[in-house]
C-alpha cells in the first residue's frame, strides 16, 4: 500500500543536489529516512570521508551508524530495505553497486557522532587557528562542574576573609543582607553566566526620574478614585500603591550606591505583593467596586483594574531597572571567577563541552580559510534530531554549510545546494524554548536575530526576588 507521504519520502531519498529540512512526528521514520539519504550519497559516488551525520547523543550516533551499515550491506547482497525500495524498485543499477561496493570498504571513513565530537575533531584539526592545545581533552560534565565550583568557592572564601572590605564592596553587602542564601544567589548566577557564556547584562538605566512613571500612575488612580467619589477603604490597594511611591521618592538624585539599590529592591512588605517575593499580585478589588459602586460597580471595577494595571507595569518597570543594575554589578564581580576558570583550563590544556561548540563557531567565523577547507572537507552534512540543535550549533552548521561570500546572520545565509539535511520534530524538543526558536529560524518562520532575544535570570526569591535581563549574542 502506498505511504501518503510518499511522494516526500521519494524526494528526501533523491533530491540529493536540494537542501532539505523534514518534519515528521515521533515514529514516522525520521532516522531510518535519514540513514537512507546517507546510502543513497554513497550510491552516487559521494565520498564517504565528506559525509558528517549528526545527531543527539552517542548512543543515538551508534545505533544511526549501524543502521547506515545494515542499509549499505542489505543492499549489495540484493536484499533492498523497506525503506528504500521507493528509491531502489529495481535494485541498484551496476554503478551503483559498485559504488555501494567501494564505500563498503571505507564506511568507517563516515564522520557519525554528536555535534561534540564532530567539532572536537574539527578543533583538533584545526588548533593552531583555535588557540589550543592539540592534545588537549575533554571534561564530561561532573569534571567541569567540580572544577568551576572549586574555583568559586575560592573565590567566595577569599572574597569574606577581606579583613577590611572595600567600602561599598557588593559581595560584602550581600552577604550581610543574607547570609545564608547569598552564597547561593551568587553560585547560581556564576552558573548562569558559564551557562550563558555570550550574555551580558543591559547597560544600568537609572536615573534622577526613575520612579516618576511609577508615581505619577498612582497619583492618577488617586485622582481617579477622588473623582468618582468613594471612601478610600474602597479600594485599600491605592494606600499600598502610595506606600510603595514614598519608598522609591528622591531615592534616585543623586542614584544610589549598591546598598541603596538593596534597600530599593527590597520595600517592606505590602498585602498587594506576592508573598515571599515584591513583586505586586494580580488586582483583587472587583467584588469591593461591585458593592461600593451600586447600578455602575461593574463599570468601575473595570476601570479600576486598568488603573491598577498600569500602576502595576510602571513598578515592574521600575524594579527591573533596579534589578538590571544590581545584576550589572554582579557580574562585574564575577569576571574574576570566570576568568579564573578560563585560566585553569587553559593551563591544564583541557576542554569542557561549551568550549567545543563556542570555540569551532569562533574559529568558523574568524578564519574564512579554515571555514572553506572544513566545508570542503565535510561537503554533506546530515543532522537528525534537529528540535534540540540551540542557535550556536546550528550556526556552525550553517556557516559550514553556507556560501563562501555570505556575511550574514546564520539563519539567513544562502546554502549551498545539497550540502544541509535536517530532521526533527519540535514536538519532541527537549529543550523547547531554545530549540522552537532555532527550528522556526530554518523553516522560515522566524528571522529575528538572537541578538533581539533576551535571556532571564532569577534570582532567588529571599534574597532577590526579581528578574534581570541579558543580551545574548
Known sequence: MEMVDGAERLRALTDLESCLLVEAAAGTGKTSLLAGRVVMLLAHGVDPQSIAAITFTELAAGELRQRIASYLHRIIEGRIPDELRPALPSGPDAAQTEMLRAAAKRLDE??????????HDLLKTYSVEAAIDPGADVLDGDQADFAFDAIFDRWWRGRLDRTAPAAGDPIASVARRDPINAEGLLRSFAKFRRRHRG???LPADLDAHADVEFAESVREFRRWCDQVDVPPEADPDIVALEALVSHFQGRFDPLPDFEGLLELAHPAWLPIMRKGTSNLRDYR???????V?????????DQAEEHFGRCRQAYCTLMGRIATSIIGIFSGELDEVMMEYETFKRRAAVLDFDDLLFTSREVLRDHPSVRATAAERFSRLLVDEFQDTDPVQAEIIFLLCGTAKDDRAWHARSLRPGHLFVVGDPKQAIYSFRAARTWRRISGCARRSRRNSPTIFSGSPRTFGLEARFWTT
Open 199 to 201: 550574555a551580558r547584562p
Open 110 to 119: 563516515l564522520t557519525c557522532g554528536t555535534i561534540h565530537s564532530f567539532c
Open 285 to 291: 478589588r472587583r467584588t469591593l467596586w461591585r458593592k
Open 293 to 301: 459602586g451600586g447600578a455602575d460597580g461593574e463599570r468601575l471595577a
